[in-house]
Each structure stands twice: as structure tokens, then as C-alpha cells.
């Protein structure tokens, strides 16, 4: 369990990582800023744990290399994803590779500070990831069947007007379920439905 108020902000975009730190600074958070992933893993291991801001598509080493190399290290860093060209296959790729959360560019305060206060818990007891396990086993159980496939088809990555093709049903139609089935989970976002997507078992 993470309760560091310090926060590693890694972006190569000065003017966003400056505005990230801004934004931290006035929310009684400490940043540190680092302009590459590479500055960042030459001080990590001397670092406390805290949460990691990282960018996806910066030189040197991506945002997910990042994640994956704190992986091998063993260092409990939670780690944040954002990016400015979000696609569904990299929100599962970051939740797979191991971050706690994946938001979009300009990243959104509310948003953003409730995934800090999500990512301050992360890594917790083995038996709170087993509760939220099945937690997301259960929700998924509440939708029907064709719910599911539709669920199943949105984490894979599959546009509104392709569902609708390969299930025979109008794009309106496939819309409406979405609909009910964030409803139904809970989710209010692209990360929040990938991340119960994935604790709930479900192969994507």
C-alpha cells in the first residue's frame, strides 16, 4: 500500500509536465518531474514508494516499457498511464503490463485525482485484490449474455459499426448496450471497464 504524497511525473512534453506538477503542487501533492523514462529509472531505486505519472510515447523508452521494467525491478511504484491518442488496445496493454489506471490527454483533474486516491491503495493485501476479483466476477455475471459478447468485443477493440455487423444488429442498437452495460458495472470510463474487464477474468 502506497501513502507517499510525492508523485513522479514523467513526460517528455515540458509544457504538460509542467502543468501535471502545477496542477499536483496546488492539490497538496509534491512532484517530481522527469523529461524520459530512462531519467527516471537512474534514481527509482533510491526513491520511496509513491505514485508514477508516465506519458505512453516518449523517446528512449516508452510509458509501457516503463511499467514493464518496474515490474522486473520488484519496485512497488503504482503507475498512472496517460496519453494523448487513446486507443482500447492500449488501455489493455497498460492494465496488463501493470498499471493501476490509463487516462486521456488533457487529462482531467477530478479524474485524475481519483485515480491518485485509487493508486495510493493499489497493491494492497492479497485478499482485497481476491475481493476485487470478485467484485468484477459479479458484475459481470449481472449482464446478459449479449451484453458480455458486446463487452467482451469493446475491450478487444471492435468499433461500434463492426459490432453491429458481425452480430446483425443496428449501430444504434450496440450503443444502447454499451450503455446498459457501463450502467451495469459501474464504469465511467474506457480504463474503468478494461480494469474490471481484467479482474473479472474475462480474456482479453
Given at each position: 500500500?502506497?501513502?507517499?504524497?510525492?508523485?513522479?511525473?514523467?513526460?517528455?512534453?515540458?509544457?504538460?509536465?509542467?502543468?501535471?506538477?502545477?496542477?499536483?503542487?496546488?492539490?497538496?501533492?509534491?512532484?517530481?518531474?522527469?523529461?524520459?523514462?530512462?531519467?527516471?529509472?537512474?534514481?527509482?531505486?533510491?526513491?520511496?514508494?509513491?505514485?508514477?505519472?508516465?506519458?505512453?510515447?516518449?523517446?528512449?523508452?516508452?510509458?509501457?516499457?516503463?511499467?514493464?521494467?518496474?515490474?522486473?525491478?520488484?519496485?512497488?511504484?503504482?503507475?498512472?498511464?496517460?496519453?494523448?491518442?487513446?486507443?482500447?488496445?492500449?488501455a489493455v496493454d497498460a492494465?496488463?503490463?501493470?498499471?493501476?489506471?490509463?487516462?486521456?490527454?488533457?487529462?482531467?483533474?477530478?479524474?485524475?485525482?481519483?485515480?491518485?486516491?485509487?493508486?495510493?491503495?493499489?497493491?494492497?493485501?492479497?485478499?482485497?485484490?481476491?475481493?476485487?476479483?470478485?467484485?468484477?466476477?459479479?458484475?459481470?455475471?449481472?449482464?446478459?449474455?449479449?451484453?458480455?459478447?458486446?463487452?467482451?468485443?469493446?475491450?478487444?477493440?471492435?468499433?461500434?459499426?463492426?459490432?453491429?455487423?458481425?452480430?446483425?444488429?443496428?449501430?444504434?442498437?450496440?450503443?444502447?448496450?454499451?450503455?446498459?452495460?457501463?450502467?451495469?458495472?459501474?464504469?465511467?470510463?474506457?480504463?474503468?471497464?478494461?480494469?474490471?474487464?481484467?479482474?473479472?477474468?474475462?480474456?482479453?
Amino acid at each position: 500500500m502506497v501513502r507517499a504524497s510525492e508523485i513522479y511525473v514523467i513526460d517528455d512534453d515540458e509544457a504538460v509536465r509542467n502543468s501535471l506538477g502545477f496542477l499536483l503542487r496546488t492539490t497538496g501533492f509534491t512532484p517530481y518531474l522527469y523529461p524520459s523514462a530512462l531519467h527516471f529509472l537512474d534514481e527509482c531505486e533510491r526513491l520511496r514508494p509513491a505514485c508514477v505519472i508516465t506519458d505512453v510515447r516518449m523517446p528512449g523508452m516508452t510509458g509501457l516499457e516503463l511499467v514493464r521494467r518496474l515490474q522486473d525491478l520488484g519496485l512497488s511504484h503504482p503507475v498512472i498511464v496517460i496519453t494523448g491518442q487513446s486507443t482500447v488496445r492500449m488501455a489493455v496493454d497498460a492494465m496488463k503490463a501493470g498499471a493501476c489506471d490509463f487516462l486521456e490527454k488533457p487529462v482531467d483533474e477530478a479524474k485524475l485525482l481519483k485515480a491518485l486516491l485509487a493508486a495510493q491503495n493499489w497493491r494492497g493485501h492479497t485478499s482485497s485484490q481476491a475481493r476485487e476479483q470478485d467484485r468484477a466476477a459479479d458484475l459481470i455475471d449481472t449482464l446478459s449474455p449479449r451484453e458480455q459478447h458486446i463487452l467482451q468485443l469493446v475491450v478487444s477493440g471492435k468499433a461500434n459499426k463492426v459490432m453491429a455487423l458481425a452480430l446483425g444488429i443496428s449501430p444504434r442498437t450496440v450503443e444502447v448496450h454499451r450503455a446498459n452495460l457501463m450502467r451495469k458495472l459501474g464504469a465511467t470510463s474506457l480504463s474503468e471497464l478494461v480494469r474490471i474487464s481484467l479482474a473479472g477474468g474475462l480474456d482479453v
